[in-house]
C-alpha cells in the first residue's frame, strides 16, 4: 500500500472555522487515514483570531474526530505538503461559484508540484451558504451564530470585543 498517498490537506484561513469546514473534515476523516486541517498564515489580511487561537479552536471543536491533525503554515502550500508527506489537496465545493476560483487554483497547484491531486467534497446543503465572510458579518452586527460555528468558537466569538 501507498500510505503517503492517502494523507491529506485541509488548507484554508478558518477565521473562524465554522459547520461547513467541519462538515468537511469530518466526511475526509471517514475517507482518508490522515487528514491534517493547516491554517494558512496570511500576513496580508487584518484577521479577527490569531492564527494560534484558529489552531486551538480548531483542535478543540474536532475532540471528536480522532488523529486529525491541526497545524499551520505559511509559504506555499505545495511545500508544507512535501514536508508533511500528504499529496491531496481537500477542498469544499459549495455551489457552482466555487468552481471558478477552486479550479484555477487546483490547476497551479499541479503546475507547482504534480504529485499535487486535489479532492472536492461537497457539504451537507445545509451549510452551503456558510463562510467565514458571513459569520464575521453577523457577529460584527450583534447577531447569533451559535447554529453556525463549533461551540468552542462560539465561545471564543462571544470572549472578543465587536
Ligand atoms: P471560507 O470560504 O469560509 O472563508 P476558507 O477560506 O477557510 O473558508 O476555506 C477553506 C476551504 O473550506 C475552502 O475549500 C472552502 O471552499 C471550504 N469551505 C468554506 N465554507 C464551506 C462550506 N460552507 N461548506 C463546504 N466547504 C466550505
Known amino acids: 500500500m501507498r ?5 491529506a490537506v485541509y488548507p484554508g484561513s478558518f477565521d473562524p472555522m465554522h459547520l461547513g469546514h467541519v462538515d468537511i473534515i469530518r466526511r475526509a476523516w471517514e475517507i482518508f487515514p490522515r487528514v491534517i486541517v493547516a491554517v ?3 500576513t496580508d489580511k487584518a484577521p479577527l483570531l490569531a492564527v494560534s487561537t484558529r489552531v486551538d479552536l480548531i483542535a478543540r471543536s474536532l475532540a471528536d474526530l480522532p488523529g486529525v491533525e491541526v497545524t499551520s503554515f505559511s509559504g506555499l502550500l505545495v511545500d508544507f505538503m512535501r514536508h508533511s508527506g500528504a499529496r491531496v489537496i481537500l477542498r469544499g465545493m459549495r455551489a ?3 468552481f471558478e476560483y477552486e479550479f484555477q487554483i487546483a490547476l497551479m497547484n499541479r503546475r507547482l508540484w ?6 472536492f467534497l461537497t457539504p451537507n446543503e445545509e451549510f452551503t451558504y456558510l463562510s467565514s465572510r458571513v459569520v464575521k ?3 460584527q452586527l450583534g447577531g447569533d451564530v451559535s447554529g453556525l460555528v463549533p461551540p468552542p468558537v462560539h465561545a471564543a466569538l462571544q470572549a472578543l470585543p465587536r
Not at 3 to 7: F, G, I, R, V
Not at 114 to 119: H, I, L, M, P, R
Open 3 to 7: 500510505d503517503h498517498a492517502l494523507a
Open 40 to 42: 494558512l498564515q496570511n
Open 96 to 98: 457552482v461559484s466555487d
Open 114 to 119: 504534480s504529485e499535487a491531486e486535489t479532492v
Open 137 to 139: 458579518e453577523i457577529w
